[in-house]
């Protein structure tokens, strides 16, 4: 087993294209990390697979299948570490090592305490020439919510937010609709789709009565309805309980919890009986503890990433906690008026106490700039 090793342009190639599987995974796979596999025999891709939900065949398996007898005497390029214990299915790499695989190139090790290591061990104790760290940090890329999940106990948390150019997210009077245009809103489907839990506010439940959920008309992809059967987790931060019992969100497919600080017994009953389930969470200065929310979603859930779509209040409150991983602002080519109200509320006061972000990447969505952004203080 080693780390220090020399790949030729083939097996850079190869986990490219392991890589590029994975990727299909990527609004299916929670709580599972995205991973591809190809093997490949003299020159020849013999079987390739990428795993799409969790307790379905994973990447290996998908493409020992494919390979059938070539398999024996192949390579195998695998963007994750095999995995060496019994869960839904059993370990990928003994059936690596069963099929005759005679080398295994791994791009990162999992981190998996369950793993962590033993899955390239067990390939090298049958005598198999396993290695890892090819194109790790594009394969790191893949998961960054499974990696922080295990690494941190803590989901990989991105903000989401539609602003006007003069960074205004509606009028004075709250409305909104539709500062970004239709492919702005397509890519927010997407968005939602490769998160485990979308989290709001109650202001935005009772301001906007919003659904959050993925549509499949707004997807444009061709999985969308398989996509869709599994919605993310909606997560409505209501300290108080002022969440209407008729809400919108209570009417749609898949999960909404109420995260509260509240003992209200009363109005947890009501609330559950229109079918949400309540969590009382510690607070912190009379609200829901974020960071609890944030524990309680990875320990509980097996949140990988949580996708916060909520109004100036929370998102400013996460972003002055250090929670934030990621921001990804849309911004619609208007101008709202100082009256307007802001993206983010932050009383900060001094310039020493600014934000900094960082660009990771920006592209034009019909006439929308979107900006990837990652606050700098986060890094690390």
């Known amino acids: 087993m080693s780390a220090l090793i020399q790949w030729d342009i083939a097996d850079h190639q190869y986990m490219a294209k392991a890589i590029q599987l994975a990727r299909n995974g990527l609004y299916t796979t929670q709580p ?23 307790g379905e ?62 899955g390239i061990k067990m390939l090298s104790a049958a005598g198999i020439d396993a290695s890892f760290g090819l194109l790790e940090k594009e394969a790191k890329a893949l998961n960054p919510g499974f990696i922080k999940r295990m690494e941190q106990g803590l989901p990989f ?31 927010v489907q997407k968005l939602r789709a490769q998160s485990s ?48 019992k008729t809400a919108n969100i209570f009417k749609q497919p898949g999960r909404t919890v109420v995260a509260t600080c509240s003992s209200n017994n009363e109005r947890i009953k009501e609330l559950e009986a229109v079918g949400a389930e309540v969590v009382v969470l510690p607070s912190d200065n009379g609200r829901v503890s974020l960071i609890a929310l944030l524990k309680w979603l990875a320990a509980t859930e097996q949140s990988n990433d949580v996708l916060i779509e909520a109004g100036a209040t929370l998102a400013g409150a996460c972003l002055q906690q250090g929670l934030v991983d990621e921001l990804q602002l849309y911004m619609a080519m208007k101008l709202l008026g100082s009256d307007a109200r802001p993206t983010f509320a932050l009383p900060l006061t001094k310039m020493s106490e600014q934000i900094e972000l960082k660009q990771i990447d920006s592209r034009m969505l019909g006439n929308d700039l979107k900006l990837v952004l990652q606050p700098v203080c986060g890094e690390g």
């Open 32 to 54: 599972n990390p995205r991973v591809g596999c190809v093997l490949v025999k003299n020159g020849q891709v013999v079987g390739e697979g990428f795993h799409y939900r969790a």
């Open 57 to 118: 065949g994973h990447a290996e398996v998908n493409a020992l299948a494919m390979a059938g007898e070539k398999a024996k005497g192949a390579t195998a390029y695998v963007t994750l570490e095999p995995c060496s214990h019994y869960g839904r299915t059993p370990p990928c790499a003994r059936g690596l090592i069963d099929a005759g695989v005679t080398r295994v190139v791994s791009a990162m090790v999992d981190p998996n305490p369950e793993v962590a290591g033993r």
């Open 157 to 187: 948390v991105r903000v989401k937010l539609a602003s006007s150019l003069d960074g205004r997210t509606a009028m004075a009077s709250g409305e909104s609709q539709w500062i970004t245009g239709a492919a702005a809103r397509s890519d």
């Open 197 to 244: 839990v979308i989290v709001t506010g109650v202001e935005s439940i009772i301001h906007d009565d919003s659904s959050l959920t993925v549509r499949e008309d707004q997807l444009g992809l061709a999985d969308a309805k398989q996509i869709v059967e599994q919605q993310p987790l909606r997560v409505i931060l209501d300290s108080s309980l002022r969440t209407p």
